[in-house]
């Protein structure tokens, strides 16, 4: 298995119980398909360093340490993809 990291920002006009439950739903995503999340940090709202889609200047950034096959982290792109509650994000493979 590989250790990944990954982050994601939020749309930040979203419910407070809405990020938690954004970032469970992928949480459950790695562990279904037989990764391990090692940390989650939910770093909450963030400035931008520049405009996102002509209309968002700030977001709640999520930070997920997980160790996993390579599939997974295509099945996780693929959701970020389709979610239209992830304006961005980013999948690091860490060096060991």
């Known amino acids: 298995m590989t250790k990944y990291e990954?982050?994601?920002?939020?749309k930040p006009d979203l419910e407070e119980d809405a990020y938690?439950?954004?970032?469970?739903k992928f949480?459950?995503?790695?562990?279904?398909?037989g990764g391990e999340v090692?940390?989650?940090n939910?770093?909450?709202?963030?400035?931008l360093a520049y405009e996102v889609r002509k209309k968002f200047r700030e977001g709640f950034?999520?930070?997920?340490?997980?160790t996993a096959e390579p599939g997974v982290t295509a099945e996780l792109e693929r959701n970020f993809r389709?979610?239209?509650d992830i304006?961005?994000?980013l999948i690091v493979k860490e060096e060991e």
Do not use: C, D, H, P
Not at 6 to 10: D, L, R
Not at 20 to 24: G, H, L, R
Not at 27 to 33: D, F, P, R, S, T
């Open 6 to 10: 990954t982050m994601f920002i939020i």
């Open 20 to 24: 938690t439950a954004i970032s469970t």
């Open 27 to 33: 949480k459950e995503l790695i562990e279904a398909a």
């Open 38 to 40: 090692t940390n989650v």
């Open 42 to 47: 939910l770093m909450g709202r963030r400035k």
């Open 61 to 66: 950034y999520v930070l997920f340490n997980y």
């Open 82 to 84: 389709i979610s239209e």
């Open 87 to 89: 304006i961005r994000y």
